[in-house]
């Protein structure tokens, strides 16, 4: 048996025995229409490892939403959000798919200059929010008066 250059029991338990190499370009998952598998982006979040998501391929329908599953195994390697883009597998037998992988940015831009999809794919969590307008609205006239006079305390009795 070597000789232990690297430390005792507490250096071995924190070694990285499962580190996995960086992934390129070509190991990022392309969508095939002959296996049915699409583009898709997380619209909202049931729980549960369901999502609803909204298929942004080219050559699907506009606004098609599809609910989607997560597999347990996926679930512990990745994290889904709303506005998240993910490779969709549909089934066959019923309206429901499958989330077959999640992209990250750089995964996007890829996807985006091969043009698999457009470029303005942010309807969800991408778009900023307009500060100006929030959604509220306040009637100026049916504002009420204060006097003065009907707030004073008197210090000098505490």
Request: glycine fraction near 8%; charged fraction near 30%; hydrophobic fraction near 30%.
């Amino acid at each position: 048996m070597p000789r232990n250059l690297h430390g005792g029991n507490k250096a071995k338990r924190g070694a990285n025995k499962n580190a996995q190499p960086r992934k390129g370009k070509d190991d990022t998952p392309i969508p095939d229409e002959n296996e049915k598998q699409y583009v898709g982006q997380i619209a909202s979040v049931f729980g549960d490892c369901r999502y609803n998501a909204k298929l942004i391929n080219k050559e699907c329908a506009p606004d098609k939403e599809l609910m989607v599953h997560l597999a347990g195994s996926l679930k512990r390697r990745c994290r889904v959000m709303v506005g998240s883009v993910v490779l969709i597998s549909h089934r066959d037998f019923e309206n429901k798919g499958d989330i077959l992988y999640v992209y990250s940015s750089d995964d996007k831009e890829y996807l985006i200059s091969k043009g698999y999809i457009f470029e303005n794919n942010n309807s969800y969590g991408g778009s900023a929010v307009n500060d100006d307008d929030l959604g509220f609205s306040f009637a100026s006239s049916n504002t009420a008066t204060v006097e003065s006079s009907d707030f004073d305390v008197v210090i000098d009795g505490l």
